[in-house]
């Protein structure tokens, strides 16, 4: 069976008690605040490895609020590389905003290859704005860059973006934002098949919002789109998100685990 990973985002308001009232971005400063420190941060890294293990999960997708290039230092890296190799958990992507500078795109593909990690899974604003840039660091640093959708409302929208460069610049699939948008994730799965590089599998409760859910709670169809993925023969990592701003996922997420292998191996 194929790797299923963790969403570390999905921890995005445990630092806040699971009371996050301020968006998306009250989340990740207070997670940024909570792992800053060097001489914290490697007990704080192990609690949150212990619990995503305990869960089932055996690889993570690194959300970059947790170990931001801005600031992680040789010791947060050595620090995170020692404990993920110790809980034999590894990153299959970095999640997140990579910077729109030529700068901060570097040191995120510095930290992804330190980490062992071959893939970006989330957005820069410099493809759009200096490709040739990014195609080449890329190339050179031998990772992959698999935009995210998030505005994007239809799978045409994000070929568009992403353009040529087949080698190194695809896409990551976020089944709940093409929810979001009202637009059939599982469709979106085939329509972009031969451009996919990771999938984020996540639902929501419906069109319009982006409050997300357990497997089969809300309007995104999951199950299809597991099957979407058997049908292209995709045999990459499938990262299980799900981020409530008001409770811990902790359930839900062992439930989806589940969920989803029983789908993979039917």
């Not at 599982?186 to 996919?196: F, I, N, P, T, Y």
């Not at 990592?237 to 409770?247: G, K, L, N, R, T």
Request: hydrophobic letters at 40%; proline letters at 3%.
């Amino acid at each position: 069976m194929q790797t299923i990973s963790f969403m570390t985002a999905n921890f995005v308001a445990r630092q806040l008690g699971y009371r996050m009232t301020e968006g998306w971005m009250q989340g990740d400063r207070a997670t940024q605040d909570h792992f800053r420190n060097a001489d914290t941060f490697g007990t704080r890294f192990e609690a949150y490895l212990r619990d995503i293990q305990a869960m089932g999960y055996e690889a993570i997708d690194l959300w970059l609020a947790i170990l931001h290039p801005s600031w992680a230092t040789d010791v947060h890296i050595e620090t995170a590389r020692q404990l993920l190799e110790r809980y034999h958990l590894p990153v299959v992507s970095l999640a997140g905003d990579f910077g729109a500078s030529r700068e901060a795109f570097t040191a995120t593909c510095s930290l992804a290859t330190r980490l062992g990690c071959a893939l970006l899974g989330g957005m820069t604003g410099l493809l759009e704005n200096d490709r040739a840039f990014v195609v080449s660091k890329l190339r050179d640093s031998g990772l992959r860059l698999g935009m995210e959708n998030h505005a994007q409302k239809t799978p045409e929208a994000m070929l568009a973006q992403i353009g040529e460069d087949e080698d190194v610049v695809g896409t990551t699939v976020d089944t709940g934002w093409y929810g979001t948008q009202g637009y059939d994730a599982a469709e979106a799965v085939r329509k972009l098949g031969h451009r996919l590089f990771h999938i984020h599998l996540k639902d929501v409760r419906q069109p319009g919002g982006h409050e997300t859910c357990r497997f089969g709670e809300g309007c995104v169809p999951v199950e299809n789109c597991v099957r979407a993925l058997k049908q292209l023969g995709y045999t990459g990592p499938i990262s299980v998100e799900h981020e409530p701003d008001q409770f811990d996922p902790t359930d839900d997420l062992i439930a989806n685990l589940q969920l989803l292998k029983e789908w993979m191996s039917s």
